[in-house]
């Protein structure tokens, strides 16, 4: 069967620091991959998504940027983090039809 | 553009049926979803159906949807505090070509259920 996997679970960075939080598959083969963020309210904000490995595309211009080194691993990063970064990352990956996402546990980032 | 829309909150109590509502406005949609997330935790798919069926059920769960009026409903029968969360629907459209199956999510339904 499938896992996600993302880590740290929880991160507390200090403002102009770097980031850099992961997220691994298992279980499947060249799936598609996604970063969202979730704010205090609740919308899900799509970040990135790939379809093989560097293969990224982003939706929403900002200070992150993410990579796929690997087939199954997918990292999102920062150079120097904001306050508005803060919130809640999520990791998904899905397959083709019927597209249906599956979502890690997710991580926790606090920028103080 | 695809946007998706739901009720902020739901309050039941404990034993009584909950509906979730979700409209949508992109016509192409193919698949719709439901996902469930509880508190600190990540979303976890519930359920979907294809954008040419009217319904489909899976145990508690029954999923309507209106293709004419682009509305989607959950219906959790028999609904046990454990099914406090938040439930997100979700519609994968092809508009604008894309193969990759982008979702797009409404803002999500707090279901508060009461003993």
């Known amino acids: 069967s499938q896992t996600i996997h993302q880590w740290p679970a929880t991160l507390v960075q200090p403002v102009g620091s770097p980031l850099s939080l992961e997220c691994t598959v298992e279980g499947t083969s060249n799936p598609n991959l996604y970063w969202y963020r979730q704010a205090a309210g609740r919308g899900l904000q799509l970040l990135f998504y790939?379809?093989?490995?560097?293969?990224i595309s982003s939706e929403v211009p900002q200070n992150l940027s993410a990579s796929r080194p690997q087939d199954r691993q997918f990292i999102l990063s920062s150079k120097k983090l904001l306050l508005s970064d803060s919130g809640f990352y999520l990791c998904a990956w899905s397959t083709d039809s019927p597209y249906e996402q599956y979502f890690g546990p997710g991580t926790r980032l606090t920028v103080t | 553009g695809e946007d998706v829309e739901q009720s902020l909150f739901l309050s039941v109590r404990e034993g009584d049926s909950s509906v979730i509502n979700c409209t949508y406005t992109?016509?192409?949609?193919?698949?719709l979803y439901w996902y469930k997330q509880e508190p600190g935790a990540g979303l976890q798919l519930l359920t979907y159906i294809f954008s040419n069926m009217d319904m489909k059920q899976d145990q508690r769960l029954t999923v309507l949807l209106n293709k004419k009026d682009k509305h989607l409903s959950l219906r959790i029968a028999d609904t046990q505090t454990g099914d406090s969360a938040i439930y997100f629907c979700?519609?994968?459209?092809?508009?604008?070509?894309?193969?990759?199956?982008?979702?797009?999510f409404g803002q999500g339904t707090i279901l508060t259920v009461h003993p």
């Open positions: 992109d016509s192409s949609s193919t698949y």
């Open positions: 979700a519609e994968r459209s092809v508009a604008g070509g894309t193969s990759y199956g982008k979702l797009t």
């Open positions: 790939s379809i093989g490995i560097d293969q």
